[in-house]
C-alpha cells in the first residue's frame, strides 16, 4: 500500500501542476478569457472583442447594430457573455452558419436595439471551436 | 426588383492572407458592405456598411431553395443585429418585408432565384477581381458562390 502511493506521487503532482496551470496561460499568453460552461469552453479572443467594441460598444458610430450601455467594460461584457451562455437557450446557427446561437434576457437594461428601444436580451454566437463570434444586445 | 451590394473598402485590413481565412471569418467578417434591395416604389436596402455580404449570398440562396419546393416562409437574421428580412412564398410569388423598413417586396419566384444567384455570381466576381488569392482558399472555394443549377 505504501509502496502503490509512493509511486502515484510522480503522476500526481505533475497532473495538479497542469490542471492548475492551464487556467492562467491562456488568458496570459494568448490575450483571451475562459470560461467553462456546462460541458463546454468559450473562449473571447481579443479579435472578437475587437469586433464587438467596433460594432456594439456606446460609442461605436456603426448604424443598424445593437449597442450594449453606456458604462460597458471588457469584464462585464465577459460576465455577461458567461452568463448567457451558461443560462441562455441555445439554438443552431441559421441558414448554414457554423456555430449556435444562445440568447439570454437579463431583465434588465442592457443596451440598446437598432432603433433605439431599451434591450434587455444578449445574442451570443458561438463558433464549432467554443470561441465568441460575436455578441450583442436586442 | 433590384437586388445589389456595395462592397464597403474598409473590411480587409484586418486579413492579410484571403487565402487561408476559415468560414466563419468569411461568414461573418469578410467582404462587408450594404445590400441594396427594393423596387421603384420600396427601399429595403440594409445600408449599414458591414453586412457579411457571402453570408447574406449563401443565406439567401438557401432561402430559394427552400421556397423553391412549396410556399412557405423563411426569415433571414443578420449577423450583428435583430433584424429580420422575411420571404413568405404564395404562389407563384415572393413576398419580402423586412422588421427594419415598412412596405414590402412583390417579385415573381422565378425572377427571385434568377436575382439570388445573380448576386453570388457578380459577388464572386468582384471577390476574385479584387482578392485573386481567394481562389487558393479552400473554404472559400467550397461554399460555391457561383454554382449552376
Same mark, same amino acid.
Given at each position: /500500500? ?22 492562467? /496561460? ?31 460598444? %456606446?460609442?461605436? %458610430? ?17 460576465? /455577461? ?8 437557450? %441555445? ?26 428601444? %431599451? ?20 | ?6 462592397? !464597403? ?60 419546393? !412549396? ?6 437574421? &443578420? ?29 415573381? &419566384?422565378?425572377? &427571385? ?37
Amino acid at each position: /500500500m505504501r509502496a502503490w502511493q509512493f509511486q502515484k506521487v510522480p503522476f500526481v503532482f505533475p497532473a495538479l501542476i497542469l490542471f492548475f496551470g492551464a487556467g492562467c /496561460m491562456i488568458p496570459i499568453a494568448y490575450g483571451q478569457g475562459v470560461t467553462q460552461n456546462v460541458g463546454q469552453q468559450v473562449v473571447l479572443t481579443r479579435w472578437a472583442l475587437r469586433h464587438i467594441q467596433q460594432r456594439h460598444w %456606446p460609442d461605436s %458610430p456603426a448604424q443598424g447594430a445593437g449597442k450594449f450601455a453606456v458604462g460597458i467594460t471588457e469584464e462585464s461584457l465577459r460576465e /455577461m457573455i458567461n452568463e448567457a451562455v451558461a443560462n441562455g437557450r %441555445p439554438r443552431e446557427n441559421t441558414h448554414g452558419r457554423p456555430g449556435e446561437i444562445y440568447e439570454y434576457d437579463f431583465g434588465r437594461p442592457i443596451g440598446t436595439t437598432i432603433n433605439g428601444s %431599451p434591450a434587455s436580451r444578449l445574442r451570443v454566437v458561438i463558433s464549432t471551436r467554443g470561441q465568441v463570434v460575436t455578441a450583442f444586445p436586442f | 426588383m433590384r437586388m445589389d451590394f456595395r462592397l !464597403s473598402e474598409d473590411w480587409n485590413q484586418d486579413f492579410a492572407d484571403m487565402a487561408t481565412v476559415e468560414e466563419t471569418d468569411l461568414r461573418y467578417y469578410v467582404a462587408q458592405g450594404d445590400v441594396v434591395l427594393g423596387t421603384d416604389q420600396t427601399d429595403l436596402s440594409a445600408d449599414w456598411g458591414w453586412i457579411p455580404l457571402v453570408d447574406f449570398a449563401l443565406a439567401l440562396r438557401e432561402i430559394a431553395d427552400a421556397l423553391s419546393e !412549396s410556399e412557405g416562409s423563411e426569415t433571414f437574421e &443578420f449577423t450583428e443585429s435583430e433584424a429580420t428580412l422575411q420571404f413568405d412564398r404564395v404562389g407563384d410569388k415572393v413576398v419580402i418585408t423586412s422588421s427594419y423598413r415598412p412596405g414590402e417586396v412583390t417579385v415573381p &419566384f422565378s425572377d &427571385f432565384r434568377k436575382q439570388v444567384d445573380e448576386f453570388a455570381r457578380r459577388l464572386d466576381k468582384e471577390l476574385l477581381q479584387r482578392h485573386p488569392e481567394l481562389g487558393l482558399n479552400p473554404d472559400y472555394q467550397r461554399l460555391k458562390l457561383s454554382r449552376s443549377h
